[in-house]
């Protein structure tokens, strides 16, 4: 996503002609020279109390939510990436985990967002959503107010990696928000405040063309697609692109597919290998070339709430989620 166009707080304040200080006040004629050094000490002045202003502000935000402290300057914005596809099985929570996990290796700062119900990613992570005072239902369905999202966002054990967690009663949203104005913008407005704190938002969707997909799309920089290496997903993937296309027509035009990355493959198998032989042949633009390999690694590392980098760091399927981040 491109930087922000928004100055900083201390080049806001500038002179007539576009300079700082006095530069930007003239003294007419020579008769005002010492009214025009009183302004440029003015506008010193109120330049340096500026800067003062916006050092205080980032610290007070720092005790607040000193995971959220911005790593880079002002300019700074977020990449938002969904991870979506309406088949279940094809390792959406377990890409969203694991890639967030790699990109974070690399210092970057990540933010997960667990945008389904059954809350997978956040148990993945080894927390127990019933255990938490607020989770991203809150914010969405507006049941504590004046709740902000810092307060919702989690830290966890892998550096660099936060998580704004989900629970049960998110499925409460497709009922609740169906007749609320704007409800495709609601996951974007949310997000805003934050969006200069992280290198990357990671989106983890459930398994359907719902409200809570649309959202998660709808604010999305890029979406990344998730698919395995059978029949039924194969089959099912130019129904999900289509859908993508009409929504893009509709609702996020900016929104670009980063690729689909073939997910739990067995290359043993002739099956496996001819399903993604087919998959790069009718898509040989999208189909990325890093493939996540089948592993019960994988399932392991998530019934002990872990990603399989920290389960396993060195195995194949780490390695490839490495590749993936890079």
Known sequence: ??????????????????????????????SHGSDAASAGRTFDTIKSDAVQLERSLQNVASHICPECRPSHSPHHMSKIIAIANHAGGVAKT??????????????????????????????????????????????????????????????????????????????????????????????????????????????????????????????????????????????????????VTRFRRKLNPALKITGIVVTNHDGRTQLGRQMLELLREGHPHDVLSVVIPRSVRTQESSALGKSILTYQPTSPVSQAYRQLSG
């Open 1 to 30: 996503m491109g930087e922000s166009s928004r100055p900083p707080i201390s080049d806001g304040v500038r002179g007539v002609d576009g300079s700082h200080g006095s530069d930007g006040v003239h003294g007419g004629h020579g």
């Open 94 to 243: 377990t890409t969203t985990l694991n890639l967030g996990h790699a990109l974070a290796e690399l210092g970057n700062r990540v933010l997960l967002v667990d945008l389904d119900p059954q809350a997978s990613l956040t148990e993945g992570l080894g927390i127990d959503p019933f255990s938490l005072p607020y989770a991203i239902h809150d914010l969405v369905l507006e049941t504590k107010p004046g709740l902000v999202i810092t307060e919702a966002i989690q830290k966890t054990d892998i550096p660099n990696l936060s998580i704004l967690p989900s629970h049960i009663d998110l499925a409460q949203a497709e009922s609740q928000l169906f007749s609320e104005y704007r409800r495709e913008q609601i996951l974007a407005d949310l997000l805003k405040p934050i969006l200069g704190l992280y290198d990357f938002v990671l989106i983890d969707c459930q398994p359907s063309l719902g409200i809570l997909p649309t959202n998660a799309l709808t604010a999305a920089d890029e979406l990344l697609i998730p698919v395995t290496s059978d029949p039924k997903a194969v089959r099912g993937l130019k129904q999900l692109l289509d859908t």
